[in-house]
């Protein structure tokens, strides 16, 4: 978690945050073939840090991040943290070093989530701040002061308090800040202090555990889990067969209807409230689409009793028309299936 937290810091004081405007068509073309927005989406760019220079390393320049999936220029750092398939009995299927990263990230206030698809923790560094990663850099040296080894290092509680000073344990383990500087309760970093930040990040990792375990669906970060343990399962011939990451999803889609992204794990499994949510599920035998059949019949009735469709009625058909067609809604697909 420490070399995670300068990480961040070093992306957010070099960071440079660009458009796709100048991205070469291959790289474009890549963006739509793996269901990628280039117009929402960002590029972010770093450099390495100047520290390499004292071990005869090179400081490497205009570093990329990356996209959720496909490797390709985006806003995201990618942290492998497992899955967790070497865990005792209680924790088999549970990566707890996942668990450890997730409670620390949201306690204060990174943009992360569990990639679906992948099982990785993507931090979106689009909107890092400095004073927020070096609010992170600061707990992080803390909690690793309880670690032994790390103490040898020369992480020891009095050093960080040297180097950061004093620390208040009610406001300072979270970002923002709970508290003004005038009313925190500041105290020089000790063990028993180190000790108190490491119980309250496993009193929140057990407390996350409990509920992936006894309410799976509770936490969206754990639909990354479900997911891998859906695709490991050596008994579906059909997820055997599929040839890209993209197959396998549309198998496991099919029979688990709330998976419906495979990037950002979604609250609902509906688009608008009426359709899949899943961006390449167009087929009305979609359990989520069969839900609400009954809505699009009655959206589709109102629509065909406009002014607008009356006249598009009685006009005879050319291909003029058929080009000119409304093709912002992904309802337009449903028209067929509501014939059948």
């Known amino acids: 978690m420490q070399l995670l937290s300068h990480k961040l810091l070093q992306i957010a004081k070099t960071k440079t945050v660009t458009s796709y405007e100048n991205v070469?068509?291959?790289?474009?073309?890549?963006?739509?073939?793996?269901?990628?927005?280039?117009?929402?989406?960002?590029?972010?760019?770093?450099?390495g840090d100047p520290v390499a220079e004292r071990y005869g390393m090179v400081i490497e320049k205009d570093i990329l991040l990356t996209t959720a999936r496909a490797n390709l220029p985006g806003p995201f750092y990618r942290v492998k943290a497992g899955q967790g398939n070497i865990s005792d009995r209680n924790l088999k299927g549970h990566s707890y070093s996942k668990y450890i990263l997730e409670v620390a990230l949201a306690m204060f206030g990174f943009d992360?989530?569990?990639?679906?698809?992948?099982?990785?923790?993507?931090?979106?560094?689009?909107?890092?701040?400095?004073?927020q990663?070096?609010?992170?850099?600061?707990?992080?040296?803390?909690?690793?002061?309880?670690?032994?080894?790390?103490?040898?290092?020369?992480?020891?509680?009095?050093?960080?308090t040297i180097d950061h000073g004093n620390f208040c344990s009610n406001s300072m383990m979270q970002w923002p800040y709970g508290r003004r500087p005038s009313e925190r309760?500041?105290?020089?970093?000790?063990?028993?202090?180190?000790?108190?930040?490491?119980?309250?990040?496993?009193?929140?990792?057990?407390?996350?555990?409990?509920?992936?375990?006894?309410d799976p669906k509770q936490n969206l970060n754990h639909q990354g889990q479900l997911f891998y343990n859906l695709k490991s399962n050596p008994d579906n011939l059909q997820l055997k067969q599929a040839n890209n990451l993209?197959?396998?999803?549309?198998?496991?889609?099919?029979?688990?209807?709330?998976?419906?992204?495979?990037?950002?794990?979604?609250?609902?499994?509906?688009?608008d409230n009426v359709i899949c949510g899943?961006?390449?599920?167009?087929?009305?035998?979609?359990?989520?689409?069969?839900?609400?059949?009954?809505?699009?019949?009655?959206?589709?009735?109102?629509?065909?009793?406009?002014?607008?469709c009356q006249d598009a009625n009685k006009r005879s058909w050319c291909n003029n028309l058929w080009r000119d067609r409304n093709m912002n809604s992904k309802y337009n697909f449903f028209f067929f299936f509501l014939r059948l």
């Open 24 to 47: 070469g068509k291959d790289v474009l073309d890549l963006m739509q073939r793996y269901g990628l927005d280039p117009e929402t989406t960002r590029i972010v760019r770093y450099d």
């Open 112 to 131: 992360f989530f569990v990639c679906v698809s992948t099982g990785e923790i993507l931090i979106n560094c689009e909107a890092l701040s400095i004073e």
């Open 133 to 160: 990663c070096m609010a992170f850099v600061f707990f992080c040296k803390i909690y690793a002061s309880f670690n032994g080894r790390q103490r040898d290092a020369g992480y020891t509680p009095e050093q960080i």
């Open 185 to 214: 309760d500041m105290r020089p970093v000790t063990f028993d202090l180190a000790r108190e930040v490491n119980d309250t990040i496993g009193d929140r990792c057990n407390r996350l555990l409990r509920q992936n375990r006894d």
């Open 246 to 271: 993209i197959e396998k999803f549309d198998a496991i889609h099919a029979v688990h209807p709330e998976f419906v992204s495979m990037d950002r794990p979604s609250a609902t499994a509906f688009a």
């Open 278 to 308: 899943y961006s390449r599920c167009l087929t009305k035998n979609c359990i989520n689409n069969v839900q609400k059949l009954p809505i699009l019949h009655g959206m589709f009735q109102r629509f065909s009793e406009t002014d607008a």
